[in-house]
């Protein structure tokens, strides 16, 4: 019998333990280590921060859904992983705390023969002065995030409807931060709530990025093919904010927050200042600061993780300029590798480096975005993996030929830009491949045939339809694994 451990039960996480389980059966034992109680789809954590969904409605207790599936499911964080066991243990295991199951703070040695590492971010708010809920500014990237941040903007609309003017700042909240698509899609969102109740007049909405051009979405921007002509994410990007009469602030990575008022420092260098009476900014990510041990107990954590927390994959981490980079950088199994009993899926493999182009200041602060893989490259990630690990088992051999690079992989993505069965609309736009390659497609680095995008109320239908798609998919319900990642 193989014991799988999964780290994780995000989307990536999640995915891998579903889809082992599937293929392995009761012959071998597969374990999901997380500190939370729920499961939760998490692009929806945007309605919930403009009061159109309850949190109930994007989760679902995880203990529950595991017990039904045969899956062993331990509330707890993993706090060192030791691949080489130690004087008691012959084999790998994680260290773990635990933070539910009336277990709260005991901790536990949970071996195994495969590990796969999907534990998502740690949200980095302590990265930047005054950033985060606990602080100056909301989020969205939980749903409790979520569900404060409605309670605040509801502060705000009364206000405005007692004829108070509000500034209303939303975007990223650090130099390096990446997932500007869920700030998109939240101050799209909040400004279709309040023309809504007629308010328009009396906000001033502002979107502040660390992108060069709007658009950039921590991929590059890319060159879409939208109604019959070709055009770009800047292009589009840009377009929704007018229409909405939305302006911006591009190239700023933000320094400091003080209440009712944010620092930041441009990419040529100079300082500015930007005050607000509502503000969502999405911090940096980071690894959850998981350590690595070897079997005399010294610390290996560099050799498994990167120094920004995320785990070493099958990519090339060879420092090159950007005029180097290279598409076959990129990983394609997630194997660890110095230990090939492990991998990493999702947000918590280590990328090779930006997709974006770095951009520094005079002063020496990166201000350009982090690579995304969240959504769809976190749940094919955690598939390929799950499958590579399940034909090990039961082959004997380690032929890992499935593989995922995001050089290689396309993605489609929805943009709410307001929830309305009969006035609401999303951009609908795919990605071919998600990191350009430009020696295969020298014009635009990506194909643009399966690159293209379309706004409108057929959008918000369609990401209406996948939120309680992929909700029967998460939760197990009948043919579940029919549909895609």
């Known amino acids: 019998m193989a014991k799988i451990v999964v780290l994780g039960a995000g989307i990536s996480g999640h995915t891998a333990s579903t889809i082992l389980k599937k293929k392995l059966g009761k012959k071998h034992e597969v374990v999901v280590i997380a500190p939370n109680t729920y499961y939760h789809w998490i692009p929806s954590n945007i309605w919930v921060g403009v009061g159109r969904m309850t949190v109930d409605q994007i989760r679902f207790r995880l203990d529950k859904r595991y017990k039904k599936a045969g899956i062993i499911f331990k509330q707890a964080k993993a706090v060192s992983i030791h691949p080489e066991g130690d004087s008691e243990i012959g084999k790998g295991f994680v260290t773990v705390e635990y933070t539910g199951q009336d277990r709260v703070g005991e901790t536990e040695k949970v071996d195994y023969d495969f590990l796969i590492n999907a534990t998502g971010p740690k949200l980095n708010f302590a990265g930047t002065e005054g950033l985060g809920p606990d602080k100056f500014t909301e989020s969205v990237c939980t749903y409790g995030h979520a569900a404060q941040a409605w309670e605040k903007l509801q502060g705000c609309i009364q206000k405005m409807e007692n004829g108070e003017k509000q500034k209303i700042l939303i975007g990223v909240g650090h130099p390096m931060s990446t997932c500007q698509g869920a700030a998109f899609e939240y101050i799209l969102n909040v400004a279709f709530e309040i023309k809504k109740r007629k308010l328009s007049h009396m906000a001033e909405i502002k979107w502040i990025t660390n992108e060069f051009e709007l658009g950039d979405f921590g991929m590059g921007g890319a060159y879409i093919k939208r109604g019959g002509y070709i055009t770009q994410t800047r292009t589009l990007a840009e377009s929704f904010f007018r229409e909405r009469n939305i302006s911006w602030i591009k190239r700023a990575g933000v320094k400091k927050i003080e209440e009712g008022k944010v620092h930041y420092e441009s990419l040529d260098g100079s300082m500015g200042e930007e005050t607000f009476d509502f503000a969502m900014l999405i911090p940096s990510f980071t690894g959850p600061g998981i350590k690595a041990f070897a079997k005399d107990g010294s610390d290996m954590t560099d050799t ?40 990493a899926a ?39 993996v799950a499958q590579n690990v399940a034909d090990w088992i039961k082959t004997g051999k380690p032929q890992l030929k499935h593989k995922a690079s995001m050089s290689k992989m396309g993605a489609a993505c929805i943009v709410s830009a307001g929830y309305g069965m009969m006035n609401g609309a999303a951009a609908t736009m795919t990605v071919f491949p998600i990191v350009q390659d430009w020696k295969k497609y020298p014009e635009y680095g990506r194909d643009i045939s399966y690159t293209i995008g379309e706004a409108g109320l057929a959008g918000h239908w369609l990401k209406w339809f996948m939120h309680y798609m992929f909700l029967h998919k998460a939760k197990g319900y009948p043919f579940w694994w029919l549909l895609p990642e």
């Open 304 to 343: 498994l993780f990167a120094p920004n927390g995320f785990m070493k994959v099958d990519a090339d981490y060879t420092p090159k300029p950007f005029e180097q980079w290279s598409a076959d950088d990129w990983p394609s199994t997630y194997q660890n590798p110095s230990y090939e009993n492990i991998f």
């Open 346 to 384: 999702g947000i918590a493999f280590a990328p090779p480096h930006a997709i974006s182009k770095p951009m520094t200041s005079p002063s020496g602060t990166k201000i350009f975005p982090a690579p995304p893989r969240t959504g769809m490259p976190s749940g094919v990630t955690g598939k390929v």
